[in-house]
């Protein structure tokens, strides 16, 4: 429709019908207005997958790499085809809107949700953003980019209040976030956080710059549960408050409206805004377009599948290779695989962003499929990782009803009286049915016990919980609800754990209990911990393993719930012995490759004395598939690292996550990441923008214009040759610097980049544009972007410390 139909269509609507039409539905439906042919819109979490509107593990989601791997693509090609993949999801689930990307910056090595971001540096987190958005928002589905603005890290989320002066708001974090709305996106999420004195859904920032200067014309929806009050937060820029049905506007917005404390023309703003976000995916008028759109979709699930596969491989970084990778298969006769991780790896982080997803690829499966009748390949577990014990699972327990893999979930009155009965296949339910008289969920399972031994049970909920193991009740009692954070009210209530000791081959019969009660959730979580092997024993299976292989492949990674929404990082080590283990296996067999599965930076100490080192990040469903392929030479590793890994946490120049009187102060400035690291004059174990490939390159000549005006974008132009035996990719990367401005500059920083490939001894050029933007910084006196006169420096090269070639351009400063 017209801007002028949607106004028309406006007017026909009273005040009530307005107001109602500014909170949410459900948890993830907006209201619907059958007055004027506006439908409901659904919206679901999407940065690794798209859930849709509840949390079922029998309707499973296509499993993405995580956008931490994204960032790592240096691709924005295949960046738009994952997005593409995304609204193709969105489609078949009836989703009108995926909220992703998150546009959030690696401010810290520490940050909870470093997995869920793109990087470190606000070009590269821009680019990649805008192609993920561009590839959603192509199918009809709207993209959101969150969350609006300094939300880098999640210690006291709700409530922090972010001090970031004015000029490192706009150069860093507001960058990414001004690159989406010139990109076209539909919506923008508020954060939880506040910025200099005022949280971000009543912020002015939602008016200025993002909906006056940058003209952003779509809607700003909150996260969830974000608005907290009435008149500041109605009275600002923010639109839709989710979720609903309950919230802080509604009848008190209507009565502050009627009363003068909201102006209507605030409320009809919101309104059209609202509309126009309907009419663009299909919820408003003829439902045609949206069926068309659905029609449409092009990927099948084999062509899916086969585009997670490349980006695994795409998204992996070698971080070294002393001659070991890529493996001969023809030459391999035994493969040690090593590890926890290679059984169940970590495929996507914790928190809202989570999906279920099915038809996963192990490493060890992925390796077992390269290898079949080739050679062989062992398997040693290691020691156990520590941590909590894992939700129930089909490939350990069954339902006590039927024998199927999975659990028995029930629904009961408080009289005991039977309202639902299902079978599920985990022991981890989010939202159990709801239903009129519901008073508790049970969920029973059949645990069998390999090897006599102390197992671990426990339940995880809030309210009155029980859990019984055999009819003994191990866990009893009332378990108050501490916190206002929905991830962990949701999605990661605590458990309470208790020990029984169980004979081999036993069937246990566990009994979980949890009654509902208001404002505590539904989520019931029953996990299960077997007695583990002697650790030493473990360790020397592992290296004996290695001893007796032609090569070790050594998986480790973090644990369950280190990685997550919710709370911040304190230690970068692989838990429990992985780093012994490492060190071990590497002595007794100098092919040793390490796979790092992680979502961010991670201490390794051993890196040096590893023959190769990978690194997968949470790779999603594929991850065995792609990691086979790049061990094996089937793929190139093409990940360039997105974010600076430091030896350790102590080197790392910005470490702060934990507030001060409910304050964060940015005191770093402009300085983060590989800026940070600069200026401090630190060497990290792996610089930002690292990556090796299976071939080598040499960078032979640089050319750029002698002069720029200000206000004007220029073209670098590089050639390099390909000066090793294979075809490849290299990312070719371009960094300003400035050493005589007026103004604190960083010691360098990303301008652009591009990627070539090329055969075996081709010599190739590459062309990266340079924004007008790049040679500007913020005037905070003048209140806009100013260009400085005079010369910057032109690096260019593999990574931000790896720059071969240099080259002056000097510009007018004329202009912005």
């Not at 709207?142 to 972010?162: C, F, I, P």
């Not at 009155?413 to 009965?421: F, I, S, V």
Request: glycine fraction near 12%; charge should be negative; aromatic fraction near 6%.
């Amino acid at each position: 429709m017209t801007h002028d139909e949607l106004v028309k269509l406006l007017g026909t609507l009273d005040l009530t019908q307005k107001v109602g039409l500014l909170t949410g539905a459900t948890a993830w439906r907006t209201r619907a207005e059958p007055a004027v042919g506006l439908r409901e819109m659904v919206f679901s979490d999407g940065p690794a997958g798209v859930r849709g509107e509840a949390w079922d593990e029998l309707r499973p989601s296509l499993l993405l790499p995580s956008p931490s791997a994204l960032g790592s693509l240096w691709d924005e090609q295949l960046t738009f085809q994952l997005g593409e993949l995304l609204a193709f999801e969105a489609l078949d689930k009836g989703v009108h809107v995926v909220l992703a990307p998150t546009l959030n910056l690696h401010r810290t090595p520490l940050g909870g949700r470093h997995f869920e971001c793109l990087a470190e540096d606000p070009e590269l987190a821009a680019s990649t953003g805008v192609a993920l958005i561009r590839g959603i928002q192509a199918h009809g589905v709207a993209a959101s980019a969150k969350h609006y603005v300094a939300n880098d890290s999640e210690t006291e989320r709700l409530t922090v209040d972010v001090r970031v002066d004015e000029r490192t708001l706009r150069e860093v974090y507001l960058a990414p976030f001004e690159a989406a709305v010139r990109a076209g996106v539909w919506l923008v999420m508020s954060a939880y956080n506040g910025v200099n004195g005022t949280t971000m859904t009543a912020n002015e920032l939602l008016a200025e710059p993002l909906k006056g200067e940058w003209g952003f014309d779509g809607a700003v929806v909150s996260d969830w549960g974000a608005v907290r009050t009435t008149v500041e937060s109605a009275g600002a820029a923010q639109d839709l408050a989710m979720p609903g049905p309950e919230g802080a506007w509604g009848a008190a917005l209507l009565r502050q409206v009627r009363g003068g404390g909201v102006p209507e023309a605030a409320i009809d703003d919101k309104v059209l805004r609202l509309l126009t976000l309907a009419d663009r995916v299909g919820a408003l008028g003829s439902a045609r377009r949206r069926s068309q759109r659905r029609s449409q979709r092009s990927l099948t699930g084999a062509a899916a599948r086969r585009l997670l596969r490349e980006a695994v491989a795409a998204s992996t970084v070698l971080l070294r290779n002393e001659d070991v990778l890529p493996l001969d298969v023809a030459a391999c006769r035994s493969v040690a695989v090593i590890g926890r991780h290679a059984v169940t790896p970590r495929l996507q982080g914790g928190g809202s962003a989570g999906v279920f997803s099915s038809g996963i690829v192990t490493p060890l499966d992925g390796i077992r499929a390269r290898m079949r009748g080739r050679g062989q390949v062992l398997y040693a577990p290691g020691p156990d990782l520590g941590g909590q014990p894992l939700p129930l699972d089909p490939a350990r327990c069954q339902n006590p009803d039927t024998g199927e893999p999975g659990v028995l979930l029930r629904v009961l009155t408080a009289t005991g009286r039977e309202l639902c009965r299902e079978h599920r296949l985990w022991g981890r339910q989010l939202e159990p049915p709801a239903m009129a008289g519901a008073h508790t969920v049970e969920i029973s399972a059949l645990v069998r016990s390999a090897d006599e031994g102390k197992w671990t049970f426990g339940i995880g909920g809030f309210g009155r919980m029980s859990l019984a193991v055999d009819g003994e009740l191990l866990v009893e009692g009332e378990f108050a609800r501490e916190t206002e954070d929905p991830a962990v009210t949701h999605l990661d209530p605590p458990r309470q754990h208790a020990s029984v000791w169980l004979p081999a081959g036993h069937a246990a019969h566990v009994v979980a209990r949890r009654e509902l009660a208001p404002d505590t959730g539904r989520a019931v979580v029953v996990t299960a911990a077997a007695p583990e092997p002697d650790p030493d024993q473990a360790l020397s299976e592992a290296v004996e393993a290695a001893r007796d292989a032609d090569v070790a492949v050594v998986v480790v990674g973090t644990t369950e719930g280190s990685e997550s929404e919710g709370h911040d990082r304190t230690s970068l080590a692989l838990p429990g012995r992985q780093d012994e283990l490492v060190a071990a296996v590497a002595a007794a067999n100098p092919r040793t490759i390490v796979v790092v599965n992680a979502g961010g930076p991670m201490e390794l100490p051993w890196r040096e004395r590893a023959g190769a080192v990978l690194l997968t990040w949470f790779p999603g469903q594929e991850a065995g598939a792609g990691l086979a392929d790049v061990l094996f030479g089937e793929a190139e590793p093409g990940g360039r690292l997105p974010t600076t890994w430091g030896a350790a946490l102590a080197d790392a120049p910005v470490r702060e996550t934990r507030p001060c009187d409910g304050t964060l102060r940015y005191a770093e400035g402009l300085h983060i990441g590989y800026r940070a690291w600069l200026r401090e004059g630190r060497e990290p174990a792996y610089w930002f923008g690292h990556g090796l490939g299976y071939t080598t390159w040499s960078y032979e000549h640089l050319r750029v214009p002698g002069t720029v005006a200000g206000g004007e974008h220029f073209a670098v132009e590089v050639q390099l040759r390909n000066t090793g035996t294979r075809p490849g990719r290299e990312v070719v990367q371009v960094y300003l610097a400035r050493s005589d401005s007026a103004v604190e500059r960083p010691v360098r920083r990303l301008a652009g980049y591009t990627a070539v490939r090329a055969e075996p001894g081709e010599c190739v050029t590459a062309s990266v544009g340079v924004a007008a933007r790049m040679l500007s910084h913020w005037d905070t006196d003048e209140g806009g972007w100013r260009s400085e006169p005079g010369d910057w420096r032109v690096l260019v090269g593999r990574s931000a410390a790896d720059l071969p070639l240099a080259a002056l351009v000097r510009s007018s400063g004329d202009g912005q």
